[in-house]
């Protein structure tokens, strides 16, 4: 009796042990995709945008003309949007861009992952806009500085959220710029540690 109890437990010790370096080694090996694989998280048609240090991980769909504001209202559902040759990614602040505003420039890093591969970015800007109205529902959206966020980060990605309510034909955003970078093992630590 004691025999086969000691066997079902190193059975299960041996197992277990087993599958965490399986684990390890597929997220070294596969990268972020592994992480998503193993807990069945949902992509996007464009992939899934994770920036841990802000508690960001949400389904990201590629948006094209008037359903962007469909796809935000969503849960677990930003847009992403090519505008005027810029790249934006967009979702509430009350959904998954709450701490959007608090990423530090230099420091916080993001990434887009896809059942194929991730691209890492690391945030190059944050500060406040404004999205313009205009006729026939065309609108602008400008930095602090006032310049078209569509000029202003070339080859990169621009993430935004609104601020608060429309003024007039105005609504106050933040916006945060990312360039892409080379990934990091402190990537994978801080998606694990805060999953």
């Known amino acids: 009796m004691r025999k086969s109890r000691f066997g079902r437990l190193f059975q299960e010790l041996f197992i277990s042990i087993g599958l965490s370096i399986a684990m390890f080694l597929a997220i070294f090996i596969l990268g972020e995709q592994a992480i998503y694989a193993f807990n069945e998280t949902p992509y996007g048609t464009h992939g899934r945008l994770s920036i841990p240090s802000l508690n960001i991980d949400v389904a990201v769909y590629n948006s094209h003309g008037n359903d962007s504001q469909t796809i935000v209202d969503e849960i677990d559902s930003a847009a992403f949007i090519n505008w005027k040759n810029q790249n934006a990614i967009v979702d509430h602040r009350s959904q998954s861009f709450y701490y959007l505003p608090d990423a530090i ?35 602008s959206i400008t930095d602090e500085w006032g310049d078209a966020v569509n000029l202003a980060n070339s080859g990169g990605i621009c993430m935004y959220t609104c601020q608060g309510e429309m003024d007039g034909d105005e609504v106050p955003v933040c916006i945060t710029y990312w360039k892409l970078a080379n990934p990091t093992p402190l990537h994978f630590i801080e998606r694990i540690l805060l999953a």
Do not use: M
């Open 105 to 139: 420039p230099g420091l916080t890093k993001a990434c887009i992952i896809t059942p194929v591969y991730t691209d890492y970015y690391v945030c190059t800007y944050v500060g406040n806009g404004k999205i313009t109205y205009g006729a026939d529902h065309l609108c």
